[in-house]
């Protein structure tokens, strides 16, 4: 069968080669990612990743500009354009709000649900008790590190400073009274004016252990935390009795760290206004808490005794006791005011409880503004004018508890 010729098209082809389809305008363009963000928000749900939620914000992104591209593309007489525009508008908020809901509402509808359930408030609550102990544990372990750091290392510092300054004064001393040249003994004179507390009195230096130490009038914590002291109700070193002298074993320079190492036999050295001294080891000795015998003056052999807290786990004092070689020079005026308890090696200074709870609740009180300034406002301010404060109220708090650590250890 015989079919005719084919007769030929006379429109457009649109599958021509060449031939593009007819670009939509904006408010269809719009509509398509209006449509697809509508699909996205009705197919996330509670519960949904992270990642789904920024990308269908990133669809919210574009069909907000497409909005406002068909907006402004929509002729000034075109009602009609300006009504599909609103309807886009009022679809667009409605998906809008859906959204927010599904990304701020889960949270609350979980702990809605979690409250509703019976004993779960109080589950809540201890949840949150404990996580502020926890907190409250961690910026106490920290702040007693910094205070084991301050004791070891920035008291160590501050003593060698003020060691260094004493020596300095004690030299000038020296010098001015004259007291000392080559002599072994200086000459039996009497030196009335007692020195007040604080003030340096004598060089202290044990040749095995390397001690160099300027000795200072007293033995109370704060006396103690410059230098080796001298205990006052004792005579000065080189003049007859039993001269004590204390010092720390762990902090503040820890100068009689190395005293447990000194063997009968050994020389220890003291030099005053009134000469050097030569003293021998006798002996070694730890005394229970309490115990008197290494301050008692009812001796008539001329005695050095060096005073410190016990080793580790013995608990009470210990001490080195040598003897003076050859006469000791005249008896000086003793001091006889009244002893502090701080002043017999063991105790505390009972005067630096108030100084540290007060400034405990200020370093307290600085922490907790200083946690809500940094969710405030920026970091680097925040570190700015917290720091210093912190510092400032760190030291001074440490440097009252300190005062509550035995004068010796």
Partial sequence: MKTGPTPPVTGPNPTRAGQRPAPASPADEAARVLGELEARVASLALDAADADRAQTMVVAGRASALLGVADTAVADGDSAGRRRIAELRGRYDAALLRLGGLAVAPSRRRQGIVGSLPGSGEALGLRQIGRAVTTALMVTGLLLLCFAAYSLAFAHVTYERQQRAMLAELSADFRESAAVAAAAVAGDRD????????????LLEIPKTGVREVVVQATGTRELRTAVGHYRPSPMPGQAGNAVLAGHRNLYGRPFARLGSLRPGDTVLVTTQEGRFTYTVEFAQTAPTGAQDFLSQGTFVNRLTLLTTA??????????????????????????????TDELGLARDSSGWWPSLGWGVLMLGALVV???????????????????????????????????????F
């Fill in 191 to 202: 030196l009335a004016a007692t020195p007040g507390r604080g003030e340096p009195v004598a």
């Fill in 370 to 408: 200083t946690a809500i300034l940094y969710r405030s406002w920026r970091r680097p301010s925040t570190y700015l004018l917290t720091m210093p404060v912190l510092l400032a109220l760190a030291l001074l708090w440490f440097e009252s508890l300190a005062r509550l650590i035995p004068s010796t």
């Fill in 311 to 340: 080793p580790r786990g013995k608990g009470g004092r210990f001490a080195v006791v040598s003897r003076l070689k050859g006469g000791p020079a005249a008896l000086r005026i003793k001091d006889s005011t009244g002893i502090k």
